[in-house]
């Protein structure tokens, strides 16, 4: 059960935009609209940020927004804040694999 | 309010099983599924198999079959993952989470999580 490829990092200066992106396959984010995102402070729990694709929970900035096309979705941080600096997780249904999450995106803010 | 409880920190010898728990609270127990993810120091995220409470019906992680069981107690709702014949590679931070939008669909997604529980494999 092969992760999804996310990069290792990425940064962006407070006020900009950065994108993170999540490779899988068409047996996970290619082949459902179920792909969500969570942020992860050091030593906290994971909290979901964006579901089904680009659908935000209550409560969470639309500064923050999803999208997909084939096998990678993305995520777009717009506006970057200082809170923002966290990592992020990618997660996709997989069938009767059940689920799969991204190798992880450490968000730095210059 | 949800809220998902887990029990506290394991330290365990090579070979051993672990039993953690987490308790939920703030919704019915029966109705939602609930997950089990770790994460090992400084790794990513790995999901391990999920329990319908209500039912009891499980499913794991092909990585984790024969050597996960997931439990539950409705009369504390409770669910429990036991993992056995542990090696160093187990040492992680253990997280439930609560799938949202009801058995049987659900929605696919983790929308409230315990606070984790930190089990030390070392001999």
Partial sequence: ?110 | QVQLVQSGAEVKKPGASVKVSCTASGYTFTGYYLHWVRQAPGQGLEWMGVINPGESSTRYAQKFQGRVTVTRDTSTSTVYAELSSLTSEDTAVYYCAREPGGVPAGDKNFDYWGQGTLVTVSS
């Fill in chain 1, 1 to 110: 059960q092969s992760a999804l490829t996310q990069p290792r990092s990425v940064s962006g200066s407070p006020g900009q935009s950065v994108t993170i992106s999540c490779t899988g396959t068409s047996s996970d984010v290619g082949g459902y609209n179920s792909v969500s995102w969570y942020q992860q402070h050091p030593g906290k729990a994971p909290k979901l940020m964006i579901y089904d694709v680009s659908k935000r929970p209550s409560g969470v900035p639309d500064r923050f927004s999803g999208s997909k096309s084939g096998n990678t979705a993305s995520l777009t941080i717009s506006g970057l804040q200082a809170e923002d600096e966290a990592d992020y997780y990618c997660c996709s249904y997989a069938g009767s694999r059940g689920y799969v999450f991204g190798t992880g995106t450490k968000v730095t803010v210059l």
